[in-house]
């Protein structure tokens, strides 16, 4: 199922899950997160970042391959721009047929930050798509910027951006941040202030962006405290070419095919791990027990 992304996290929200999103650059690791979102009958986000779009994978490819490959699929699947910060680039993607754009204007004052939204968010709701923003400013882990609470998202500025955007999602700052962190360091994250958001927002979906790295136990208290949907890049493109690593040690001649197919099982694992940690696993069991994919 090709899915919109507000329902999609509309559900998550109203249950107390968080759906998992993974940058997918290529066939194969969009595979590979659609075979563990199927084997755990969990919803799963396919993010694409702008420097993968123009590297990797053109707009109109991408929302063509990830729509074909969910249309046999019985669980949601979505397709979002992630981090858009270019005009052209985010009505590229809309015109594509992606479900969702990520508007990043987080660095920008709170006014042009939603006065930027709000364009997008009139363009995009008129041709269905869904729009994710952030407030607050979720940096770069090698320049410290998760550990700055002057970055953070304040609980008033959210509720007026929400308000006067329109926006369907938003990713808040709490203390993670892009990237690797320095080897043994774990962010601390500011679940008071998480709690604060979501109890004066309400039923409306928060983002975790900045997510590699954070630590299972971080995860599973900001899935508690109302984050709906986690950003996963570093890591997972990690576990992707640690399979890759695996599967090619000591083959001298190795098969396209097979090896493609065992590395997308190791990505898929891992990934799988996620969705059971974020609570999304299972959501989506058509059966005589389990219908809460209708809520």
């Given at each position: 199922?090709?899915?919109?992304?507000?329902?999609?996290?509309?559900?998550?929200?109203?249950?107390?899950?968080?759906v998992?999103?993974p940058?997918?650059?290529?066939?194969?690791?969009?595979r590979?997160?659609?075979?563990?979102?199927?084997?755990?009958r969990?919803?799963?986000?396919?993010?694409?970042?702008?420097?993968?779009?123009?590297?990797?994978i053109a707009p109109?490819?991408a929302a063509a391959?990830?729509?074909?490959?969910?249309?046999?699929?019985?669980?949601?699947?979505?397709?979002?721009l992630?981090?858009?910060?270019?005009?052209?680039?985010i009505?590229r993607c809309i015109?594509?047929?992606y479900?969702?754009?990520?508007?990043?204007?987080?660095?920008?004052?709170?006014?042009?930050?939603?006065?930027?939204?709000?364009q997008?968010?009139?363009?995009?709701?008129?041709?269905g798509?869904?729009v994710?923003a952030?407030?607050?400013?979720?940096?770069?882990?090698?320049?410290?910027d998760?550990?700055?609470?002057?970055?953070?998202?304040?609980?008033?500025?959210?509720?007026?951006?929400?308000?006067?955007t329109?926006?369907?999602?938003?990713?808040?700052?709490?203390?993670?941040?892009?990237?690797?962190?320095?080897?043994?360091?774990?962010?601390?994250?500011d679940f008071?202030?998480?709690?604060?958001?979501?109890?004066?927002?309400?039923?409306?979906?928060?983002?975790?962006h900045?997510?590699?790295?954070s630590?299972?136990?971080?995860?599973?208290?900001?899935?508690?405290?109302?984050i709906?949907?986690?950003?996963?890049?570093?890591d997972?493109?990690?576990?992707?070419?640690r399979g890759?690593?695996?599967?090619?040690?000591?083959?001298?001649?190795?098969?396209y095919?097979l090896?493609?197919?065992a590395v997308?099982s190791?990505?898929?694992?891992w990934l799988?791990?996620?969705?059971?940690?974020?609570?999304?696993?299972?959501?989506?069991?058509?059966?005589?027990?389990?219908?809460?994919?209708?809520?």
């Amino acid at each position: 199922m090709y899915v919109s992304v507000s329902e999609m996290l509309k559900h998550a929200s109203t249950n107390n899950y968080a759906v998992p999103a993974p940058n997918c650059p290529d066939f194969n690791t969009m595979r590979a997160a659609l075979m563990a979102a199927q084997e755990e009958r969990s919803a799963v986000l396919i993010d694409i970042s702008p420097r993968q779009m123009h590297m990797h994978i053109a707009p109109e490819v991408a929302a063509a391959m990830v729509r074909a490959a969910a249309e046999p699929l019985d669980v949601p699947v979505a397709l979002q721009l992630d981090h858009g910060t270019e005009f052209e680039d985010i009505c590229r993607c809309i015109k594509a047929g992606y479900t969702s754009v990520m508007v990043d204007s987080s660095s920008l004052p709170f006014e042009e930050n939603v006065r930027r939204v709000s364009q997008i968010v009139s363009l995009a709701h008129a041709h269905g798509v869904s729009v994710e923003a952030e407030l607050g400013h979720v940096g770069q882990a090698a320049a410290g910027d998760g550990r700055s609470a002057d970055m953070y998202t304040k609980v008033d500025m959210a509720v007026e951006f929400i308000e006067r955007t329109g926006c369907d999602a938003l990713a808040v700052a709490i203390g993670t941040a892009h990237g690797n962190y320095p080897k043994d360091f774990v962010p601390k994250l500011d679940f008071e202030r998480l709690r604060e958001i979501k109890q004066a927002v309400g039923d409306y979906p928060l983002v975790l962006h900045g997510g590699s790295g954070s630590g299972d136990e971080n995860f599973k208290k900001a899935v508690e405290g109302g984050i709906n949907k986690v950003n996963l890049w570093t890591d997972y493109s990690a576990a992707y070419v640690r399979g890759l690593r695996e599967e090619l040690a000591g083959q001298e001649k190795p098969d396209y095919m097979l090896l493609s197919r065992a590395v997308e099982s190791k990505a898929s694992d891992w990934l799988r791990h996620y969705m059971r940690l974020f609570g999304s696993s299972g959501r989506y069991q058509f059966g005589e027990e389990t219908v809460e994919a209708t809520d």
